[in-house]
């Protein structure tokens, strides 16, 4: 089952297709990746393998294996994830890893997450940090009931509000802002992966000229040498960071993901 697997999501275009094949038998069989080799010559039951097949029918077609699994981790935290939100990426754990740098030292900091989806920013500085003070905002009702059902599952106390940014930020004042804005412009939507293009919400991905919007709204409510901590995509992010100079922003700094493309452009207020 495991081999077929895996041969059939290849053919599918899955990029890791073993990988997927065995979290997902994992999934049906109620076993980690590891506790599948310990038993490979056990006999699945039907409804084993009725469930094996559900599971790898919906992989085939490309959604996504975190919708699929319907849940995802997300530096320690184990997040529920479905279509409202982005899934959680390893290279948004460098922005969380910023910001935690960027508190050091402050021991109730008022934190503002734009944007929060899943609550996975937002979740993981309220873990990591356990004096902050975290509020996460989004225009979407959906992702919000996604944040909330990853706050009750985590118990993590962090504050969701439904917030348009057309009529600015939360006044606060906070210590750090942080958002992951949707930076994909539109005309490349052919060129991303299906699993991204046909099953994470277009809201959450596509937006052009946000991280200007949000970095002009932030300075009005950040407190003096406040920070601003903005993901960005691979090529953004000399222009980013022209525009948080352009607006006062001292110490702009711009952090690579693990695979060195620019990824995080942080800049603080002036004291």
């Known amino acids: ?14 990029s890791s297709a073993r ?5 997902l038998l994992g999934k049906a069989l109620g076993l980690e990746r590891i506790e599948l080799y310990m038993d490979l010559d056990r ?20 959604e996504p294996l975190q919708h699929v699994l319907g849940e995802w981790g997300f530096r320690r935290l184990t997040l529920t994830v479905d279509a ?12 969380v890893e910023r910001c935690l740098r960027l508190l050091a030292g402050c021991e109730e900091p008022r934190v503002l997450d734009i944007g ?22 989004d225009v979407s009702p959906g992702a919000l009931a996604l944040a909330a059902a990853n706050v009750e599952r985590t118990g993590l106390a962090v504050e969701l509000r439904h917030h348009d940014l057309s009529s600015g930020l939360p006044p606060g004042p906070w210590e750090l802002v942080v958002s992951n804005p949707p930076y994909v412009d539109p005309s ?31 300075h009005d409510v950040l407190v003096p040498g406040g920070v601003l901590v903005l993901e960005v995509g691979e090529r953004q992010g ?21 695979a060195g493309r620019p990824r995080v452009v942080e800049g603080r207020t002036s004291a």
Do not use: F
């Open 1 to 14: 089952m495991l081999r077929r697997s895996t041969e059939h999501l290849a053919a599918k275009g899955a």
């Open 43 to 62: 006999r699945l039951t039907d409804s084993e393998l009725t469930a094996a097949r559900g599971l790898l029918a919906r992989r085939a077609a490309r």
């Open 19 to 23: 990988l997927d094949a065995e979290r």
């Open 116 to 137: 929060t989806g899943s609550g996975a920013i937002a979740l993981a500085l309220a873990d990591e940090h356990p004096g902050a003070i975290v509020t996460g905002i």
């Open 238 to 258: 000399d222009e980013v960071s022209a525009v948080l100079g352009g607006l006062g922003y001292r110490d702009v700094a711009v952090t690579p993901d693990l």
């Open 188 to 218: 490349d939507a052919s060129s991303l992966e299906p699993e991204v293009r046909e099953w994470e919400p277009a809201i959450a991905l596509y937006g052009v000229g946000l991280h200007g919007s949000i970095a002009r709204s932030a």
């Open 84 to 95: 409202r939100g982005l899934i959680p990426r390893p290279e948004t754990e460098i922005v």
